[in-house]
């Protein structure tokens, strides 16, 4: 017999919080819902030791200065902020009906206390030649389903721009799913601005595989080329 789901009701804490090494297991099962609502499964190739050895590297750069990924905690009871908290809020839960969540129990935050790990955000600088200013590529966020169109992503968006403001970056960026509708309604709700005639180019195994050597290459056919002319 199935487990009954963990009920959420009354006052819940969110905070959103710079991640660590011990929030990896966590972070990949997230990214792997993430492809499955996205229909992209079959891009699905990250492990556990590719997400710590790429987030989180020995010596870490500073937040925001390099890869960042951060994770969004909610609490039955108020967490007092630390230098991880990067956003914040409350939430006011219906006791009847309770929210469920039937995957609280596979989700249990490493920082403790009874907090249930619900989403998650990884960005990364970028750079505008036409602003010659540095600014913020937003590459994943995501909310498990219990706890979406809760204000969460607001959240979370709201901190991660809040603070790129913060540092100078001239502006953050990031993709969205032509059918999804909800989500651009979202963004531009929030003041976004969505591109439709620009289009994403990528290289990737095999297609990007095959420039390998390619600058070396381009040297010997220029030194070739040279020689020939003398």
């Given amino acids: 017999m199935a ?4 009920t959420f009701s009354g006052e819940v804490w969110a905070e959103l919080r710079l991640a660590d090494a011990r929030d990896v297991p966590h972070i990949h099962s997230l990214i792997h819902q993430m492809a499955e609502f996205e229909l992209l ?5 990250a ?3 590719l997400l710590a050895s790429t987030l989180f590297p020995t010596p870490r750069p500073a937040p925001f200065a390099s890869f960042t990924a951060l994770i969004l905690d909610l609490s039955p009871s108020p967490a007092p902020a ?11 839960l ?10 609280a129990g596979a989700f249990p935050s490493p920082r403790g206390g009874g907090r249930v790990t619900a989403g998650f955000v990884i960005c990364f600088p970028n750079y505008s030649t036409f602003l010659a200013r540095p600014g913020l590529y937003v590459e994943d966020i995501f909310v498990r389903a219990p706890w979406r169109r809760r204000g969460l992503g607001r959240m979370m968006l709201s901190a991660v721009a809040g603070r790129a403001a913060e540092i100078g970056m001239g502006r953050v960026e990031w993709c969205v799913l032509d059918w999804n509708q909800n989500a651009i309604d979202f963004y531009e709700g929030m003041g976004a601005e969505v591109f439709k005639q620009w289009r994403i180019c990528r290289l990737t195994g095999p297609a990007l595989d095959q420039y390998k050597g390619a600058g070396g290459q381009a040297e010997e056919e220029q030194d070739a080329a040279g020689k020939a002319g003398q």
């Avoid at 499964?41 to 190739?45: P, Y």
Wanted: glycine content about 6%; aromatic content about 4%.
């Fill in 82 to 92: 630390t230098g991880d908290t990067v956003g914040s809020r409350r939430l006011d």
């Fill in 47 to 49: 492990t556990h030791e």
């Fill in 94 to 103: 219906p006791a009847s009906p309770p929210l469920a969540d039937p995957e």
């Fill in 41 to 45: 499964t079959d891009l699905f190739a």
């Fill in 3 to 6: 487990a009954a789901p963990t």
